[in-house]
Structure formats: structure tokens, C-alpha cells
């Protein structure tokens, strides 16, 4: 699917309000606008959202700063089209990204063409509280990647999701939920997927990837589902906690982050297989304008360095063993923040990430962020700074300072 491809998808839904028995204009952050069909078979909401992101970051070392870098770029803008198909209980999502960050990635493994589909999943509720999910989506992993990109308490996901998430994939996901009280909700998913990350056309490489989650609500459920958005923006007037616990295993992966990072290739241009497992345990904190989020990641593989058929340690054409490598090891997130009046937002993070030095070449790293965002309109429109120091027991110490402003329509 290429821009003009995407571009005419959305001009055929802006047309085909004409033919609708009823067309809608949302509120601000609610969509552009609600469609529905004459018969009432089908409904469709369009929305779309931009971010735009200034950085500055410097080399910190005992002679202070130096080597300073300036970036501005939109990081984000997307389409988004939802809704229900023949009956309510058919809901489907289909999302879009047309910035460079979100479709780069041009392969061979995509038919090398731009990767413009983020979400393209139908959700279907067959029975009580059971829904199948068909389609590209994320996987139920850790809860800062499930939190949309547009929600986020600080200006971008920690270190600890960079390394360790699983992103999106395509396959078949079941979830459900029930209560165990009034007040108490048990929440599951099991996932079945290819393996591969998003809009792979080459078929399944390796074997394929299995997750399964489990959330535990014991004081009910969060405000407009606030256990999966950044900052306590409803202020929970009651305290409000959400536990999960996510296991992945993608059998014989051949890309050194499960479905995500490098491929890894032996001296004979074949795949390097191997099983990998990665564990998050995560909770979610809200209360009267206070709110906490921690989570623990951790990774491992059956055998973990790639090899060549002659059993000697795969390469690549650098000599560099690191991308030819899975990268094992664990990592500890913790962050939080206080709503105060008018929607202004202190904000803290401390993450930390400790990969196998052995195999990775990579070895520890802290990161401590300080933010502050002021809320206009909730996540709707806001505007976010925040400053980072990062420490690597491998590479130049960093200092970071972000500025970013978010609009939701």
C-alpha cells in the first residue's frame, strides 16, 4: 500500500457520508467524524493524530557537556478508522502510519515496500465474555508498548520497552475477562502469532510465537480504561490498581529480539534459529491525581549466540558479533507522577537495563527522566517536555532534553 493508496482510502470515507443515514461530528478527541449505514449494519469513527518532537542531547563526561545534537521531526501522524461491521458484536480496527519513523523498515521481508499498516484487526465477541482477534495487532505483552504512543505520561517509552517489547504481529489472539466479586476483574489473552513482527510477506521463517497475559483488577474497573493511559488525568477517586504478567515464547526466532531487531544470518546466508523466551510483570497505580507504573522485563534463549553450520560464531559483514546475538538480559522500569491543578503534570522515571555483557557487548545502562506536561484537552492536545541523563557501562554518558506537543482529533 503505498501514500496515494492510503490517501484515497480516506477520501472514499469522507464521500461516502453522503450515502449515510446519519453522520456525526464528535467532540475534539473523538474523532473527525461517525458514520453510519443506512440500514444500521455498519458503523465507521475516523480520527487522526500528529506529534511533533524537538530534541537537543549531549556527550556528559567529567569535562562536562559536549558533541551537542539538534533534531526536529513529526514523529507521529496516523489515521485511524474503527467501528462495528453487520453487528456490534463485529468491531474492527484499522490503523495507519505516514511518517518515515512509522513506515521505514523496507525489506525484502516486506516486499520491499514502505510499511504503512499499524493495525489492521477484526474483534469479534462470539460468546459472553469471549472475543477472537484476526488480524495485525499488538501483542499482549508489556503494558507501557499497549499503551498507545498518544497516552504516555512522558514524552516516549522507556529504555526498557526499546529493548525488550514485542510489538505487533500478525495472528489470532482470544481473550476474556469475569469477575471474582463485584469489584474484582480477572483478565486473560492468549495469542497465537507468525513470528516475524508487522507486515511481513515472506511467510513464517522460524517457528511461531505463542504469548499468554494475565491482569488481575482487584479494586474494579479504572475510569475510561485509565489502567492502559499514562497519568491519573480522571482522578480516581477511589484507589485503583491493575497487576498483569505476559509470557512469550517464539519458537526457532530468527531476529535477535524475538519478532523484532536484526536478522540473524549464518556464514551460508541461512537463518540462525533458535527459542526465545521473554517474561514482563507490570502494575498500574491511580489515585486522586497520583499515579505509579512499574514493570520488570526479562529475556532469554535456548542458545543464544548464532553459529555457522562449521559450529564457529556467525558475523556480520563488520565482524560485529553483537546483531548476531539475541539480545538476553532483564530490565526494571519504574516511573510516576502528580496531577496538580489546571492539568500540569510532575512526572519522574528511572529505568534500568542490564543485557548479558558476554553475549551482547552491551552490558548495563540507568536512565533518569524528569517531565513535565500540561494537558489542554487530556491526551487530546497537550504538551510534554522532558530531560534525561543516561549512564552505560559501555558508551558515552548522554544528556537529552525533548520537547513535544500531541494533538488527537
Known amino acids: 500500500m503505498n501514500l496515494k493508496t492510503a490517501l484515497t482510502i480516506v477520501s472514499m470515507s469522507v464521500l461516502s457520508y453522503t450515502y449515510a443515514q446519519q ?11 461517525n458514520l453510519v449505514g443506512q440500514d444500521s449494519t455498519w458503523a465507521m469513527n475516523i480520527s487522526a493524530r500528529m506529534q511533533f518532537l524537538g530534541t537537543h542531547q549531549w556527550d556528559s563526561n567529567s569535562d562536562g557537556l559536549s558533541n551537542p545534537e539538534t533534531s526536529f521531526l513529526v514523529r507521529r501522524a496516523r489515521l485511524k478508522f474503527s ?5 456490534p458484536k463485529l468491531k474492527y480496527k484499522l490503523e495507519l502510519g505516514l511518517t518515515n519513523r512509522d513506515i521505514g523498515g523496507a525489506s525484502e521481508f516486506t516486499n520491499n515496500a514502505p510499511r504503512y499498516i499499524l493495525d489492521a484487526v477484526i474483534k469479534w465477541n462470539f460468546h459472553e465474555n469471549f472475543e477472537l482477534w484476526v488480524g495485525q495487532t499488538k501483542l499482549p505483552g ?68 505463542y504469548t499468554a497475559r494475565l491482569e488481575f483488577l482487584p479494586f474494579g474497573y479504572f475510569k475510561n480504561d485509565g489502567d492502559y493511559k499514562g497519568s491519573d488525568l480522571e482522578k480516581e477517586q477511589k484507589p485503583k490498581l491493575a497487576i498483569g504478567g505476559s509470557y512469550d515464547f517464539n ?13 540473524m544470518i549464518t556464514n551460508t546466508g541461512n537463518f540462525y534459529k533458535t527459542d526465545i523466551s521473554t517474561i514482563f510483570i507490570d502494575a498500574m497505580f491511580k489515585y486522586k491525581g497520583f499515579s505509579f507504573m512499574g514493570e520488570y522485563a526479562y529475556r532469554d534463549a535456548k542458545d543464544p549466540i548464532a553459529k555457522n553450520n562449521d559450529g564457529t560464531l556467525a558475523s556480520d559483514e563488520n565482524g560485529n558479533l553483537t546483531n548476531q546475538a539475541v ?78 506537543v500531541d494533538i488527537h482529533f
Open 142 to 209: 508489556n503494558r507501557e508498548r499497549v499503551i498507545s504512543s498518544g497516552n504516555l505520561q512522558l514524552v516516549e517509552r522507556s529504555l526498557l520497552n526499546g529493548h525488550f517489547n514485542i510489538d505487533r504481529d500478525m495472528g489470532l489472539q482470544l481473550r476474556h475477562h469475569f469477575k471474582i466479586s463485584d469489584n474484582f476483574i480477572v483478565r486473560e489473552a492468549l495469542s497465537i502469532a507468525q513470528g516475524e513482527g508487522r507486515n511481513v510477506t515472506t511467510g513464517n521463517l522460524g517457528g511461531h510465537q
Open 83 to 87: 467501528g462495528f461491521a453487520y453487528s
Open 23 to 33: 453522520t456525526n461530528a464528535p467532540k475534539f478527541g473523538k474523532g473527525l467524524f
Open 251 to 263: 519458537n526457532n526466532a530468527v531476529k535477535n529480539k524475538s519478532n523484532l531487531g536484526s536478522y
Open 327 to 404: 539480545q538476553v538480559g532483564n530490565g526494571l522500569n519504574l516511573q510516576t507522577g502528580y496531577l496538580f491543578s489546571k492539568n500540569w503534570e510532575l512526572s519522574g522515571r528511572y529505568t534500568n537495563i542490564s543485557l548479558n555483557k558476554d553475549i551482547t557487548d552491551k552490558g548495563e545502562e540507568n536512565q533518569y527522566t524528569l517531565g513535565l506536561s500540561k494537558y489542554i484537552s487530556k491526551h487530546n492536545l497537550k504538551v510534554q517536555t522532558d530531560v534525561s541523563y543516561s549512564q552505560s557501562e559501555i558508551n558515552i554518558n548522554e544528556l537529552m532534553y525533548r520537547l513535544q
